[in-house]
């Protein structure tokens, strides 16, 4: 079935560092595949999404690209800030099929940044 | 605009007690799903459902029910309670549910602890 691989944290880095999240998965098809932020105490927030192969989703200077050939949606940021501390899920949603458009998560990677 | 509101915010129950927890969509949103957290885990699809009829389950139990009503507000039902039902339930709402790449709207969750 369809799954979704994230990098172990937690990450610790220091301000202006650049962050890595790796992130794989596996999917029958052309899934859609976003990146969510949950900041301490709040919900889930969209950060960013990429629908087909190639696309770059961005967002408050986050990126991620769709790589179909090695099944990989890595996010990155060139310069972290101390607001940027929080949870990172990394998610893939069935485009086929009766549970279209729901979200498969990968366990989530804590975030850390310090000043 | 309001966001997507859940309630209650927490709940205490014991075990074989059953819970109900109750969600609202953002105005115009048709769409319902439910996801489980479990602490330190990414969220899991239990159910969606858009225009009062359910879309997809998730791999949980029967004890799971959920429905939609005409105003698109949606109730979670969990019966005969374990304690492993401990989790943070969260709900998100979209437009039309199913679109490729639609994004789903979360609420900040209802914290039931199974004691």
């Known amino acids: 079935g369809n799954s979704v691989t994230q990098m172990e944290g937690p990450v610790t880095l220091s301000e202006e560092a650049f962050l890595t999240i790796n992130c794989t998965y596996t999917?029958?098809?052309?899934?859609?595949l976003f990146w969510y932020v949950q900041y301490p105490g709040e919900g889930l927030q969209l950060l960013l999404k990429?629908?087909?192969?190639?696309d770059k989703g961005s967002n408050k200077g986050f990126e991620a690209t769709y790589r179909k050939e090695t099944t990989s949606f890595h996010l990155e940021k060139g310069s972290v800030q101390v607001s940027d501390s929080a949870v990172y899920f990394c998610?893939?949603?069935?485009?086929?099929?009766?549970?279209?458009?729901?979200?498969?998560f990968g366990k989530g990677t804590k975030l850390s940044v310090k000043p | 605009d309001a966001g997507v509101t859940q309630s209650p915010t927490h709940l205490i129950k014991t075990r074989g007690q059953h819970v109900t927890l109750r969600c609202s969509p953002i105005?115009?949103?048709?769409?319902v799903s439910w996801y489980q957290q479990v602490l330190g885990q990414g969220p899991q699809f239990i159910f969606q459902?858009?225009?009062?009829?359910?879309?997809g389950r998730g791999n949980f139990p029967d004890r799971f029910s959920a429905r939609q009503f005409p105003n698109y507000s949606s109730e979670l039902n969990v019966n005969a309670l374990l304690l492993g039902d401990s989790a943070l339930y969260l709900c998100?709402?979209?437009?039309?549910?199913?679109?490729?790449?639609?994004?789903?709207?979360f609420g900040p969750g209802t914290r039931l602890t199974v004691l």
């Open positions: 998100a709402s979209s437009r039309t549910g199913g679109t490729v790449g639609s994004e789903q709207f």
């Open positions: 999917a029958t098809g052309y899934p859609s």
């Open positions: 990429a629908t087909k192969a190639d």
């Open positions: 998610a893939l949603s069935d485009n086929y099929g009766g549970s279209q458009g729901n979200l498969i």
């Open positions: 105005s115009g949103h048709k769409s």
């Open positions: 459902y858009y225009e009062k009829e359910e879309r």
